[in-house]
């Protein structure tokens, strides 16, 4: 079963950048699409940013211009790039195996949801505060 620990989380001003790591075990990443989530304090988790199996992007509209997926099947690894940081990014962030949604001809990614027994990992925290 595929099993994912993340990390790099840790508390940033403002404006600041981090660079989160998701590595994947139990399975080869090569046919997986793999999403970032985040769950502030109080909230329902939500989907952040997603990479599909041939390295096809997707972010939510809040993230979209400030944050960067990547992938590195070799390593096993799926990475975010958080930059332009602001308090509202606060929050765990957690990494699982996804499903996407698409729209024909194109298949433009249209969101992303949780695989079905996706195993959650302890996620990583990140703080935006001055």
């Known amino acids: 079963q595929l099993q994912v620990v993340e990390s790099g989380g840790g508390l940033v001003q403002p404006g600041g950048s981090l660079r989160l790591s998701c590595i994947i075990s139990?399975?080869?990443?090569?046919?997986?699409?793999i999403g970032w989530f985040r769950q502030a304090p109080g909230k329902e988790r939500e989907g952040v940013s997603c990479?599909?199996?041939?390295?096809?992007?997707y972010y939510a509209d809040s993230v979209k211009g400030r944050f960067a997926i990547s992938r590195d099947n070799a390593k096993k690894s799926v990475y975010l790039q958080l930059s332009s940081l602001t308090p509202e990014d606060t929050g765990t962030y957690y990494c699982?195996?996804?499903?996407?949604?698409?729209?024909?001809?194109?298949?433009?990614?249209?969101?992303?949801?949780?695989?079905?027994?996706?195993?959650w990992g302890k996620g990583t925290q990140v703080t935006v505060s001055s």
């Open positions: 699982a195996d996804v499903i996407v949604r698409t729209v024909a001809p194109e298949g433009t990614i249209t969101g992303f949801y949780a695989n079905a027994g996706s195993s």
């Open positions: 990479i599909t199996s041939s390295g096809q992007p």
């Open positions: 139990g399975s080869t990443l090569d046919h997986i699409h």
